[in-house]
């Protein structure tokens, strides 16, 4: 006799592993248990592991493969135990999102959905247009660095990385509509993303979100009113910007929380030290990151090496565009006959997705690039893609690229895509309290609203 079973995947972030997400273990496991008697079956949790600590360097698409290598023997074992997988779910945090949506890609080209229904696809402070440039200098260190150090996951978190024969990044490829990532994203009917609303440092709301403008920043002074859930205090339940400035307001904002939290002398004496703290702690990590980029590297060129690789989902989603390209010569040429069309070449392709220009206003689709330089080549000025000057971002707003707003359109057009907003005032960086993560030491009862909203939703 053999029993149905709902299996969920849970995926940590970067420089993570499992015990990040111990917490979001037990409350889904404490959620069940209240509700089993509710639904035929048992329910079992997988938390990832084989991308732990340093392997998550390696790259988002690495990460997916190892990850699906995982639930193929998750599903092995529990079929052992006359235990028979029947639904799926996933949840990804921080970059644990970005794998999952190369993980269910996976999934989905080797037919694992054909008898396995695909439920729920959740993600926490996931960065899912990659990470943000803004406009000042620790930006732009970080964005100078951060693609040499984080070896394949660096370039595919910045968007410079050129997955694809054409040279778009990976990232440009999952929210593509035509490829597989996409695809198996709409079969999953409960799709919902966390994002904290503030003081994400790591994640900032944009990029978690999904969304080109941040209603929240400045939130202290720019008169935003926001009503929290009654039952969890740290989810957003909506918000407003009240034309009567003279009404209360439900939200009142928190003094910003000192940047050393220590009293009077200590704080004194730390201030003293950070001349000698800074300099050494900085060198400290530069070298290790340097070395964990390295030793990536090195796992990544044999991966690339071993007998295995030519299977993999990155060598299928490069044929379909290969093909996909010749396809659309053969229609220009049937077209326009055999005068001089040329089909552009990889380094002008490639380009287009790794422009750093800023972005234009109307990113809809790939005939923005054809249209500019259409217009530019026949001597016009067309005001819809180009403006005479451009405005400057604020030091405080992302300058967006191109890829980026296309993405965002893109991946809002999901079929029944949800997001919440999770709110924590009262920490400096937020992104470890969306999940009350393990290695933070956090009391559950005081910022476990976003795990409990996101539990009592879940469809088992």
């Known amino acids: 006799m053999t029993t149905d079973v709902h299996l969920l995947v849970l995926v940590h972030g970067m420089w993570g592993n499992p015990g990040h997400l111990t917490e979001m273990g037990r409350k889904i496991r404490g959620t069940w248990l209240d509700m089993k008697d509710s639904f035929p079956g048992e329910f079992c949790v997988l938390l990832a592991n084989t991308n732990a600590d340093d392997y998550t360097y390696d790259g988002v698409d690495h990460g997916g493969e190892r990850v699906a290598e995982e639930v193929f023997e998750e599903v092995e074992k529990l079929k052992q135990r006359g235990l028979i997988v029947t639904k799926f779910s996933v949840t990804g945090y921080s970059l644990g999102g970005l794998v999952s949506r190369y993980l269910i890609g996976v999934l989905h080209q080797r037919k694992f959905f054909e008898n396995v229904t695909p439920v729920n696809f959740n993600t926490f402070a996931t960065p899912h247009i990659g990470l943000l440039r803004y406009p000042n200098f620790f930006s732009a260190i970080a964005n100078s660095l951060g693609p040499r150090l984080l070896s394949r996951t660096g370039e595919q978190f910045f968007a410079v990385d050129k997955?694809?024969?054409s040279g778009r990044p990976l990232l440009a490829v999952m929210a593509d509509p035509d490829r597989v990532f996409y695809q198996a994203l709409e079969l999953f009917p409960h799709k919902t993303i966390y994002a904290n609303a503030i003081n994400d440092l790591t994640v900032p709301?944009?990029?978690?979100?999904?969304?080109?403008?941040?209603?929240?920043?400045?939130?202290?002074?720019?008169?935003?009113?926001?009503?929290?859930?009654?039952?969890?205090?740290?989810?957003?339940?909506?918000?407003?910007?009240?034309?009567?400035?003279?009404?209360?307001?439900?939200?009142?904002?928190?003094?910003?929380?000192?940047?050393?939290?220590?009293?009077?002398?200590?704080?004194l004496i730390v201030y003293l030290s950070l001349p000698i703290l800074v300099p050494t702690v900085l060198g400290i990590v530069y070298a290790r990151v340097l070395k964990q980029g390295r030793e990536s590297r090195k796992r990544v060129e044999e991966i690339e090496k071993g007998d295995s690789?030519?299977?993999?989902?990155i060598h299928?989603?490069?044929e379909l565009e290969r093909q996909m390209e010749d396809q659309v010569t053969e229609f220009i040429d049937t077209q326009?006959?055999?005068?001089?069309?040329?089909k552009p070449s990889k380094e002008k392709e490639e380009d287009k997705w790794h422009s750093s220009r800023a972005p234009s206003p109307d990113p809809s689709s790939e005939t923005l690039s054809i249209t500019e330089t259409d217009s530019k080549a026949e001597g016009r000025w067309n005001s819809k893609y180009h403006s005479r000057k451009k405005p400057q971002?604020?030091?405080d707003t992302p300058a967006l690229l191109d890829v980026q707003r296309e993405m965002i359109e893109r991946l809002n057009k999901l079929t029944g895509l949800k997001k919440e907003r999770a709110f924590y005032d009262d920490t400096r960086n937020s992104h470890a309290s969306i999940v009350c993560r393990g290695d933070r030491g956090f009391n559950p009862d005081d910022v476990d609203s976003s795990l409990r909203h996101w539990a009592d939703r879940f469809v088992f």
Request: glycine share 2%; no cysteine.
């Open 205 to 267: 709301y944009v990029t978690a979100a999904i969304e080109a403008e941040d209603p929240f920043l400045n939130h202290a002074i720019n008169g935003i009113d926001i009503i929290f859930h009654e039952d969890y205090p740290n989810v957003i339940k909506s918000w407003d910007f009240p034309t009567d400035a003279s009404l209360p307001r439900h939200y009142t904002p928190r003094e910003a929380v000192p940047f050393l939290p220590i009293r009077f002398p200590y704080n």
């Open 316 to 318: 299928a989603v490069a």
């Open 336 to 342: 326009t006959g055999p005068v001089s069309q040329e």
């Open 163 to 165: 997955w694809s024969p």
């Open 309 to 313: 690789y030519s299977s993999k989902l």
């Open 393 to 395: 971002p604020k030091m």
